[in-house]
């Protein structure tokens, strides 16, 4: 079973968290420009039972984007690389200027 297809079982299985996690990155946005999932797990921690690695998950909605890297702060990950995430900035349209006429 290929990653996309683990992390959409986690969604319909475990919908209910990961839409607690993803209200509670909303909120850890609005406090700091970017974080990562060890903020969210600080702060809406996962079941027990959860896999640990299908936790991107919650960075999964297309309102996010990922704007690089950083090392984790928990113990277990051993400062493994984890991603950094920020809300998408709003696309604004192209300004024409017109010098001609």
């Known amino acids: 079973m290929n990653q996309l297809s683990w992390l959409e079982q986690f969604e319909t299985y475990r919908l209910p968290y990961i839409e607690r996690a993803r209200e509670a990155a909303r909120e850890l946005l609005r406090q700091k420009d970017y974080i990562t999932i060890d903020d969210v797990r600080e702060v ?8 640990p690695r299908v936790m991107g998950a919650v960075f999964k909605q297309s309102e ?5 890297w950083t090392t ?3 113990k277990v990950n051993h400062s493994r690389p984890i991603q950094r995430f920020r809300l998408k900035l709003p ?3 192209r300004v024409s200027k017109d010098f001609g006429s």
């Open 44 to 51: 809406c921690p996962p079941p027990e039972d959860i896999d």
């Open 64 to 68: 996010f984007e990922s704007v690089g």
């Open 72 to 74: 984790s702060k928990r």
């Open 91 to 93: 696309v604004r349209p």
